[in-house]
């Protein structure tokens, strides 16, 4: 088994920034892709944002692209993601994922509100 805490939600203004930070725990995560998927209300959740273990490899939503940055530290569990000139199209609830063995691992979700 895998948990998953969230941080860092909230509100903000347009153009501002937010970090989410999200701690893992339960088994060993080597070899695990980590990253965060988003749903809008009354939308589909959907890929922002994944990392290796090791934090070489990352892969992007293609409109993300430049103002989402993941990034990962093995010695604290934790992935982060840092959100910059945010719009209010990016208002949902954010969530961890870990994939690792064939199976999911999904955290309880944090709000991120954007105001215009």
């Known amino acids: 088994q895998v948990q998953l805490v969230e941080s860092g939600g909230g509100l903000v203004q347009a153009g501002g920034s937010l970090r989410l930070s999200c701690a893992a725990s339960?088994?060993?995560?080597?070899?695990?892709?980590m990253g965060w998927f988003r749903q809008a209300p009354g939308k589909e959740r959907e890929f922002v944002a994944a990392?290796?273990?090791?934090?070489?490899?990352?892969s992007y939503a293609d409109s993300l692209k430049g103002r989402f940055t993941i990034s990962r530290d093995t010695a604290k569990n934790t992935v982060y993601l840092q959100m910059n000139r945010l719009k209010p199209e990016d208002t949902a609830v954010y969530y961890c994922?870990?994939?690792?063995?064939?199976?999911?691992?999904w955290g309880q979700g944090t709000q991120v509100t954007v105001s215009s």
């Open positions: 994922h870990v994939h690792i063995l064939g199976n999911d691992y």
């Open positions: 339960g088994r060993t995560l080597s070899s695990a892709m």
């Open positions: 990392v290796s273990w090791n934090g070489g490899i990352t």
